[in-house]
């Protein structure tokens, strides 16, 4: 007698099904897993937002305040609508959010791209919420009880209205631009109209925790609780809108966008559109794991820019008004000093029209403010970070083809920041004595050993004076190409001049990147490696000169040359990663918290390394960049909770993954090509926003083969460690033959290195192209 399993097997081959087929497929959206990251490395964590890609609605549980690791919180204090927060609980009527408050525990959550649920264990509550771009529903289902409460409450100048039996009308105010800025200080706000599916017959209002029965609320630490019987099992559903133009706005969001109680259509639809988004990227292969964690990679790379069109009008912030958006949508949320490595050529790739519709929102910014922004916000411009990298983020645009924006109005916006901005860490504004010295002197300069600062415009971020003069340089660098191109000659010769500059702070005495002071003296006891205070801050921007040694990306050939050449430069390189701390390790992070992801000096956590193992393909040494990127993906990146190596930057450090992963890199954003490195899946292909296919082809490749022995692009021998983005911009193939040994001779010769500045022949050649 055959046994029950015996028969199974013997029913699925006579119908000629096979088990992978019995087996429902995942799908891409099947592998993201939101809590990946949920514990910092050391400082910030990520949250399993619920959301649409690029959509206003960003949802998270508010868990145990003070608990920087998010993951590890044991309550849920809330949830968000817009910027105020609704809980629900059982039991006395209480508005002090500790006496509301959850426990919850992860076995019993489910977090995807489009639902999250959670147990409300304190008070046998199930919740559930998914989003659309500009309106979200939350699903509560309650115990028996006489006194179940839903509790809605708004902080900061807040305003609260119920209206009607079943609906709550506010607004709240948007924190304004972080650090020094050149605005007033005008206020922003986010309104919100949401509509219960009972009846609140029965509520009580509260301000500062005082209770009454006003059905209008203002000011801050306002509320609306209910009180009101439910029977097992019962279910209580929120819709919301939310607007940055109105509360009317905020009530037609919604109603175009969840106008019916459908939770189940509106998840299903969110998924739906996930699913399309991720499919951009095809995968075989691989482990299990490391789909994973690419799919996760790429849904936190599709989350950033926000587009806050409504209804063909915006809300900016620059100028705290009201915009049509003439037919193109309006995109903030960005950080440039991140998102201009990787992110935005990432999405470039995928969707290249909505790119040039976030340019043009950069320049609707900088006609409406001045200023060409880095950081925008809603509430207008962040004074954050170092740089001028809006002037990467459309060379690149442009570079590799995509010029449906006015190019003009660009080249004039890149050209005032590079001229009359000033380069001071975490301001905005026009120049100052320091900035003058870059352009008299050729560099930024540093305080002396033990001096004093005397300037009064530098924040307490510090000079950063060698990061500055470095990053500044490739910014004059994108400037001089985009004046080349459109035959602005002499800009594009001073440009070009300036971007040399970053040559000028490398002291060749000791190896290193170095500070000067404005005299041109360098700077007394400088340590490469521990110099600068806190985050190296007095030298450069949060790591150390290891690391901006290698941070001319725009001239590697030129920084090669410093060294001495390639062979002088690969030992240096190799002894970046191996390079220990100086001091305890404990110390070390201590001083450098944001140099996470360490091998060696490098540090994968944060931005200005993420380039720098891809430099192998400059200086003829390509198999030991296919090695280091192998590891930092196997190493730093994982599936569980510390599966992020750093700050995760609005997706910056995951769309790392995301290339790494598929095999190729852009060294520098502005120079139309990519570097290759060591892809992990058998096949890649990318869905271009032309509906054109790019694939990558990793033949025999494994954890053991991560070395390229031959490769082929468009069915030709490709004989160089990178290729144009021309070659691929209709579609394409790059076909890689791996191994278990590095192929020394492939791709080695200086005539096969990527462009750089240095070689101007080369890089004009690819420009034109």
Known sequence: MKTLAETLVLLVLLSGVTFAQVRSEKEPVDYVSPNIGG?????TATLPYVQRPHGMVRLAPITTPGITDRYLADKIYGFPIGAATLMASVGDVDTRPETYASEFDHDFEAATPYYYEADLQTWGIKSEFTATGQAAYYRFTFPVSPHAHLIFRAGDRAKLELIGDDTIQGSQRIDGPVGKTSETDKETREY???????????????????LSHAAEQTGDNIGIVTDIGTTAGEQIEVRFGISYISTEQARINLEREIPQWTFDHVKSETRAIWNDALAGVEITGGTERQRTIFYTALYRSLSRM????????????YDHAVHDADGHDFYIDDGLWDTYRSLHPLQLLLNARQQEDMVRSYLRMYEQSGWLPSFPSV???????????????????????YRDFDVEEAYAAIRKNALEATMLPWNRGPLTSLDRVYFENGFFPALDWGQSETVPQVTPERRQAVSVTIENSYDDWCAAQLARALGKQQDAEYF??????????????IGFMAPKDAGGTWVEH????????????????????????????HDIAGTINLMGGRDAFNAKLDRLFVEQYGTSKFHFLDQFPDATGLVGQYAQGNEPSFHIPYLYDFSGQPWKTQRRVRQLMDIWYGAGPLGIPGDDDGGETSSWYVLSAMGFYPVCPGSPVYEIGSPIFAKSVIRLGNGKLFTILANRVSAQNKYIQSAQLNGKPLNTAWFPHSAIANG??????????????????????????????????????
């Open 526 to 553: 400088f340590d490469p490696k521990l110099g600068g205070g806190q985050g190296g801050r007095d030298y450069f921007t949060e790591v150390n000169s290891w690391l901006y040694t290698f941070g001319a990306q």
């Open 39 to 43: 514990i910092g490395q050391l400082l």
């Open 496 to 509: 070009g001049k300036l971007a040399h500059n970053y040559q000028n702070v490398f002291n060749a005495d």
């Open 379 to 401: 509430a207008g411009e962040q004074a954050v970070m170092i740089g001028h990298h809006a002037a990467a983020f459309i060379l690149d645009a442009y570079a590799k083809g």
């Open 306 to 317: 926000t587009d806050i069109t409504e209804n063909g009008k915006y809300f900016s912030g």
């Open 732 to 769: 394409g193939m790059l076909v890689l033959e791996m191994g278990d040994k590095a192929n020394t001779h492939w791709a080695t010769t200086p005539k096969e290195a990527p462009p750089s500045m240095s070689d101007e022949s080369t890089g004009a050649r690819i420009m034109a192209e």
């Open 192 to 210: 919100f109209y949401a509509k219960f599916s009972r009846p609140l017959n029965s509520y009580q209002s509260w301000k500062m925790n005082n």
